[in-house]
């Protein structure tokens, strides 16, 4: 597991001002720091030149890239790139809320196995198109697919019992549930939840048993052990986070989908928590989130997509969004937006 | 003022065949609210079609007892298919609406002339308890204990529907602790989350709603077994707000919540109605024993509002 990197806070300055200084070896913190600082000052084509190359540098040094991050190496950074194996896969889904077009997303592909980040200011449609894909929301047009089945138009249910697993950006913790009955309920397949056979214990309770058995272990991982038999409803902002997160682990999903994972979370648990997003990546679980913290964004991200007013504007692994002026001026620093109006994507 | 009797006839209907009734009709409406959060303001709905399916059977058709049974069932569960299907899919106060709709509904058109074929109308239909009446072990006298009294068929209608209201106590207990009752608390608490964790969460509010309906039906059953001769009026809405407060009293989401909850209520109504006929002879008691009761519930609201069984931490949880 490599959670243990991800708690251990001491090589990221608390007070960074982008995410540059995570990934950096200690050695060269002053050079990041000062490309960092160069980036949020000037968008010279030169300047950003030199900064990549000095990150790159960086980067081919001691942090393990995934497999799977490398699986994307080839992949050009442009919006609705194709990847080497998508798991998810969109094509022209669009969701108008009257005149306002809240998503237009023309094609975009999530590759298996690695952290994929939705990016964007506020209202640029990233929730939206979490809704849609997990079927809690109809589409005004387009389909999608999971694996290669269309699951288009299909109930949330089914999406989630096919290896596709949402969060909430408000937390949903079950409150008059203890954190064991919040968990066991995620399990798929449940003989028990059945209408007669729910009347015969023997029917269902060697199963029961087995799902409390992995729920446990998921509890004991997510360090929630100790709420096992109280109340959801009794926890913590953070805490109850990591049980959602851990819940939707009990459905045993491919793909997992988190809407804000780290908001209205402490510092010290947002580490926690990122280590057991990357964990689940490096054991194989697709994961997409929604997130603000670009500190977070830019340390744990393979690919990141940045959405802006419905549209998706770049695509690329962290350090390409970082140099592209599409986002830069969508999101990152949109007063540099105001004097090349003209060279606006949308 | 006669204690005595004031005391002996609230002991006695704290466990009579109202009370049982009505517990379990109030079993039926926990299943819905208190385990699964539907919003059903029109149980007396389900009991008026578990009444009137036994009454058309026997009565009407000429069909046994035990047909009649089954269609009081069987128009339950239409009952329930038609009420759930159009407003599960929505917000839950959709529910509440269509339920004390349906019952308003069901009673003023089961009362109209031109249903009078069928239900004969305002007029009543009965006697529908002949063949349950016929197997009454009990002799016809009184039956008196301490302060306890009943007639013989009271007596056989309250061992049977306490018998019932047991059995489907014990159904409640084995469905709440499976994994079906988990999903059935899970829809109450989010809906969205268990659909999120691939839940069919329109599959299990209809499943509940039949369940809790037909549970309700069978104390409308057990009603026409003690009220040989039914009329639409007897279903007005006033029950389903008893039964409300029989659950919220004993405590919402507990099994025996509304047994509780149903004995209080009915030592307190019982009482009222004597002992305010006796302090009051001649005039109107009646608006002064429900306001009494209206104001105990508020009390109970202030003072306890998690019920008799409830907890008062595990309610406090919902406000965050």
Redesign the interface.
């Known amino acids: 597991m490599r959670s243990g990197d991800g708690m251990s806070g001491d090589d990221r300055p608390g007070d960074g001002m982008s995410g540059d200084e995570a990934s950096t070896a200690p050695a060269e913190q002053e050079s990041a720091a000062a490309a960092a600082a160069v980036e949020s000052d000037a968008i010279d084509p030169t300047l950003a030149e030199e900064r990549e190359e000095v990150l790159h540098a960086q980067q081919a040094q001691p942090v393990p890239v995934s497999p799977a991050a490398q699986a994307l190496a080839g992949v050009p950074a442009e919006p609705g790139a194709r990847k080497p194996d998508p798991i998810l896969v969109a094509d022209r889904v669009s969701r108008r809320f009257g005149g306002l077009t809240a998503v237009d997303v023309d094609h975009l592909e999530v590759q298996r196995g690695t952290i994929t980040a939705l990016i964007g200011p506020n209202g640029a449609g990233k929730s939206t198109f979490f809704n849609l894909v ?1 079927g ?1 929301d109809k589409p005004s047009s387009g389909t999608w697919t999971f694996n290669g089945r269309d699951i288009s138009g299909m ?4 999406i ?2 096919m290896g596709m ?4 950006q408000l937390t ?6 203890t954190a064991l ?1 919040n968990m ?3 399990a ?1 397949g ?6 007669l056979p ?2 015969f ?1 023997p029917a ?1 309770k060697r199963q ?1 048993q087995e799902i409390e058995a992995r729920a446990d272990a998921l509890l004991e991982r997510f360090n929630l052990a100790h709420m096992r038999d109280q ?1 959801a ?2 926890m913590s902002g953070g805490q109850r986070k990591l049980l959602e997160m851990a ?2 682990m ?2 045993q999903p491919e793909l997992i989908m988190l809407d804000e994972p780290m908001a209205g979370v402490n510092p010290a648990l947002t580490q926690s928590l990122l280590g057991h997003i990357q964990a689940l990546r490096d054991e194989g679980t697709t994961i997409v989130l929604v997130e603000h913290d670009m500190d977070v964004i830019m340390s744990i991200s393979d690919w990141i997509v940045c959405f802006a007013e419905g549209a998706v504007i770049a695509e690329g692994r962290p350090d390409d969004i970082r140099s592209n002026e599409a986002v830069v001026d969508a999101y990152l620093g949109a007063r540099r937006a105001l004097p090349k109006d003209g060279e606006r994507s949308a | 003022m006669d204690w005595g009797s004031i005391f002996s006839n609230a002991l006695s209907d704290m466990i009579g065949p109202f009370a049982a009734i009505y517990a379990l009709a109030a079993v039926g409406l926990n299943l819905h609210f208190g385990y699964t959060g539907l919003l059903n303001f029109g149980q007396v709905a389900f009991m008026l079609v578990g009444a009137y399916g036994v009454g058309v059977g026997v009565v009407t058709i000429g069909l046994s007892l035990w047909w009649g049974i089954l269609i009081a069932i069987a128009a339950s569960i239409v009952l329930a298919l038609i009420l759930g299907i159009p407003t599960l899919r929505l917000r839950g106060d959709y529910l509440a609406i269509a339920t004390i709709a349906a019952g308003e509904v069901l009673r003023l058109f089961f009362n109209s002339s031109y249903m009078q074929p069928i239900t004969n109308g305002s007029f009543g239909l009965g006697p529908s308890s002949t063949d349950f009446l016929a197997l009454n072990p009990f002799s016809n006298g009184s039956y008196q204990v301490g302060p306890f009294q009943y007639t013989g068929s009271s007596l056989w209608v309250m061992v049977v529907t306490w018998v019932l209201v047991a059995l489907s106590c014990v ?1 409640m207990f ?2 709440m ?7 059935l ?2 829809v ?3 809906e ?10 329109y599959s299990y509010k209809l ?1 509940s709603l039949v369940l809790g309906g037909v549970i309700g039906a069978l104390a409308g059953v057990m009603y026409t077994m003690e009220v040989p001769t039914q009329f639409p009026s007897n279903f007005d809405p006033k029950i389903t707000f008893y039964l409300w407060v029989i659950m919220i009293l004993g405590g919402a989401g507990r099994i025996v919540g509304p047994v509780i909850g149903a004995v209080i209520f009915w030592f307190v109504f019982s009482f009222l109605g004597s002992f305010l006929g006796e302090a009051f002879p001649g005039s109107n008691t009646g608006a002064a024993r429900i306001a009494i009761v209206g104001l105990i519930l508020m009390l109970l609201m202030v003072f306890r509002p998690a019920g008799i069984l409830g907890s008062r931490e ?1 309610m406090r ?2 406000v ?1």
């Open positions: 997990s809690f109930p949330a249910y089914r989630a019992r697993v949402r969060t909430f949903k913790a079950l409150t008059r549930m009955e066991m309920l995620g798929t449940q003989t028990g939840e059945h209408f729910a009347l214990r269902w029961d109340f409803g009794t819940r939707a009990m459905v | 159904l084995l469905l602790r499976s994994p079906w009752g988990r999903v608390r899970s109450r608490e989010d969205l989350a268990a659909r999120a964790l691939g839940k069919n969460v499943q595990e949880l919902e965050r």
